[in-house]
Structures are given as structure tokens and as C-alpha cells.
């Protein structure tokens, strides 16, 4: 394998980016929800059902039973900056 597929290979398993401004990463035009699940999504690793079970237990900002929703489900101008970051974490 070359170190160029090995380094590929592990960015979204084992090795992530979150950006310090995170909020210039996210789409303004997704939810959270739908931008966690998208890459477990396109590469077939879940259901739309699954991914997003996933995502919630994946977030840190939903703790809460009542606020697992609340949040995941906001755009990323209506939640914080700390909050997106976190949502990046939760990502694949």
C-alpha cells in the first residue's frame, strides 16, 4: 500500500480534522443530523435509520433525552461554535 492510500485510508476512521471556525465547514443549508450521517451514508456503512441512531449517540450535545432533537436537528448558524466543533467530532 503507498502512503498516500494508508493516510486515506484513515481519514474518517481513525483520524479527523475539526476546524478551530467551524462553522465556515458546515453546510448552511443541513441539519446537523444530516451532515453527521452523510458519510456513513454514501459509503453504505449504515441505514438512514441506523446512521442517524448513531449520530445521536455520537453527539455530545445531546445529552439529554429531550435535547437529542432539539439540537442535531438545528441548523449550524443556530447553534455555538463549541457546539460545532463537537459535531464535528461526531462525524465519520
Known sequence: MTRGKSARDLRGHGVAYIAQSAA????????????????????GLMTEAEAKADAVRRFPGARAAQSRSLRAERYPHQVSGGQLQRAMAAMR
Open 24 to 43: 465556515a465547514s458546515f453546510n448552511p443549508a443541513l441539519t446537523l443530523y444530516e451532515q453527521i450521517c452523510e458519510i456513513a451514508l454514501r459509503r
